[in-house]
């Protein structure tokens, strides 16, 4: 089974670009064997992945923008549940292969396994009760705080809210820029591809016409 990947080697988005390479640099990095198959110089390639994109994984426009992912006929899925997937350290599942032995899925529950045990292992070694009372009573001793300390840090708690606030709000209007410039890139893409298909409709239908005129020409 082969891995597909379907891009836009002269695309003119910044975005489109970096998550062409972010696919193509995981996959690498995994070393699983895949495919590049350009949609920009290769009309068949467009068709293809256009016409094998489920309906409902399609954008609201219709016409979906790359990397489109397949494991041969199978459809994986787009950049975005291809993030997911690395996310949740799902990316074999994601394109339907089997994870090997070493895979870092495995690692990784292993490693909570290990983590686990670890910790019952110290829990089993409790030095006793009456440390565990001690640590305790000094434990709430300290925990009577005087009222200026108590007033001390409701102020304290109250300027972090406050400045987590203003945090939140910037955070939200620098998400809010990127997700436009985003948009504004995919659109500009869009218009690109649009345009080479109209482009090639025009030299398929003069090409055509050509041809009708040299077929008459023979019969006259």
């Known amino acids: 089974m082969v891995i597909k990947v379907f891009l836009a080697s002269s695309s003119g988005s910044t975005a489109i670009k970096k998550k062409q390479q972010d696919v193509v640099g995981f996959l690498e990095a ?64 994601f394109l339907g292969l089997t994870p ?31 440390v565990q009372t001690d640590t305790q009573q000094e434990d709430e001793e300290e925990e009577e705080p005087a009222e200026e300390d108590e007033e001390s840090r409701k102020a304290v708690e109250e300027e972090e809210q406050e400045e987590g606030e203003e945090d939140k709000v910037e955070d939200n209007h620098l998400v809010s820029e990127a997700e436009d410039d985003l948009v504004s890139e995919e659109e500009e893409e869009l218009q690109e591809l649009e345009e080479e298909e109209e482009h090639a409709s025009e030299e398929e239908e003069e090409h055509a016409s050509e041809e009708e005129e040299e077929h008459a020409s023979e019969e006259d």
């Open 100 to 130: 090997p032995p070493g895979s870092k899925k495995k690692e990784i529950k292993e490693a909570e396994q290990n983590g686990d045990a670890h910790t019952a292992e110290l829990e089993d070694d409790d030095p006793g009760e009456n």
């Open 30 to 93: 995994l070393k699983i064997d895949y495919a590049q198959l350009d949609i920009a110089s290769n009309e068949d390639n467009r068709l293809w992945m256009r016409e094998n994109v489920p309906g409902e994984k399609k954008p609201t426009s219709g016409i979906p923008l790359p990397p489109q992912i397949f494991n041969e006929e199978m459809y994986c899925g787009d950049y975005d549940t291809f993030f997911d997937a690395k996310e949740d350290n799902t990316v074999y599942e």
